[in-house]
């Protein structure tokens, strides 16, 4: 089975501007989570989607929003982007929703830089 | 919501020696507690978890144990090899089986041959 695809794999924004990442999930897998990864704040949650429904969210401001699509794979948009927001953007997909019902396979991120 | 905490931030160890890295949690809901290893460049991927109703889970040279109690978790590596170096992270569940994992800040072993 193929994993997890994300793409692009590297992205550089302009303050101010907008960006949307993919995410593929592995074949069957219906849950889609996303997490940004920082230098000393580890992985932190953004938010989950399950059947085209947004299930869980993390604390991140509304400029952070997402979808998924009825073949499960999932965009995330970030607006009016911020220097805080360079990071690494990682996608996550289980067989179920709630991740202590089934483990989540991560992609290999997508690196996004703000200038 | 829930909080993890990890120590140690960095552990440099000499190979054959063993590791351990402890996590605490706060949701006394959390009832899944997994652990995953990220290599520089790479995904971060599931080496081993444990649920709430196990006390130890043991996989080869790695071992994970949890205390609900005290609501604390922990990772041990023993026999390290160099290509162990990597982050460790470890996370717990929020709100129980149907939340979202919470990750502690990650723990970067370095494995001196």
């Known amino acids: 089975k193929a994993g997890v695809t994300q793409t692009p794999r590297y992205l550089i924004k302009t303050r101010g501007q907008q960006v949307t990442l993919s995410c593929s999930p592995i074949?069957?897998?219906?849950?889609v989570s996303w997490y940004q990864q920082t230098p000393g704040q580890g992985l932190q949650f953004l938010f989950e989607?399950?059947?085209?429904?947004?299930?869980n969210k993390g604390n991140f401001p509304g400029r952070f929003s997402g979808r998924q699509s009825s073949n499960s794979r999932s965009e995330m948009n970030v607006s009016t982007l911020e220097l805080g927001d360079s990071a690494l953007y990682l996608c996550?997909?289980?067989?179920?929703?709630?991740?202590?019902?089934?483990?989540?396979?991560f992609g290999n991120g997508t690196r996004l830089t703000v200038t | 919501g829930e909080n993890v905490e990890q120590h140690p931030s960095t552990l440099s160890v000499q190979e054959g020696d063993s590791a351990v890295i402890k996590c605490t949690y706060s949701?006394?809901?959390?009832?899944?507690f997994p652990w995953y290893k990220q290599e520089l460049g790479k995904r971060p991927q599931l080496i081993i978890d444990?649920?709430?109703?196990?006390g130890e889970k043991k996989d080869q040279r790695i071992a994970v144990t949890l205390n609900k109690t005290a609501k604390h978790f922990s990772l041990h590596i023993t026999e390290t090899q160099p290509e162990d170096s990597a982050v460790y992270f470890c996370?717990?569940?929020?709100?129980?089986?149907?939340?979202?994992?919470?990750f502690g800040k990650g723990t970067k072993l370095s494995v001196k041959p």
């Open positions: 996370a717990a569940t929020s709100g129980g089986s149907q939340g979202n994992l919470i």
């Open positions: 989607y399950f059947s085209e429904t947004q299930r």
């Open positions: 444990i649920r709430s109703n196990v």
């Open positions: 074949s069957g897998h219906r849950s």
């Open positions: 996550a997909s289980s067989l179920a929703t709630g991740s202590g019902n089934s483990p989540l396979h």
């Open positions: 949701d006394s809901a959390s009832n899944y």
